[in-house]
């Protein structure tokens, strides 16, 4: 949905909301399994709550984000079936399920 009035668009697959505005967060699904990452990105910063897919565990979800040269771990608050983190411009963060697909040593 779109506002012309407001200048802002929502799309929302399955019910979740996968793009807000300038912000995309979106289940990473492979060959048509459950969802192993959901990533997220703005072009410009701003806080996003995030609603996790089926199955997963706000209390294990681990964020990572993502530089040319290396990944770091990104803080994150958790409900019971979501989690919001602040995005920077223009970088990317990755939602993995747990802490072992994060793989951040």
Do not use: H
Not at 10 to 29: M, S, T
Not at 38 to 64: D, F, H, K, M, Q
Request: charged share 20%.
């Amino acid at each position: 949905e779109s506002s012309l009035a407001s200048k802002s668009i929502r799309i929302a697959v399955n019910g979740a909301d996968v793009l807000q505005d300038d912000a995309v967060f979106c289940p990473v699904i492979v060959a048509g399994g459950p969802a192993t990452k959901i990533a997220c990105y703005s072009i410009t910063p701003r806080t996003v709550n995030v609603r996790l897919p089926s199955g997963w565990v706000a209390s294990e979800v681990t964020a990572a984000a993502l530089y040319p040269d290396r990944r770091e771990k990104a803080a994150l608050s958790r409900s019971e079936s979501s989690v919001t983190l602040q995005l920077a411009a223009r970088q990317p963060v990755m939602l993995y399920r747990n802490a072992a697909d994060a793989r951040l040593g």
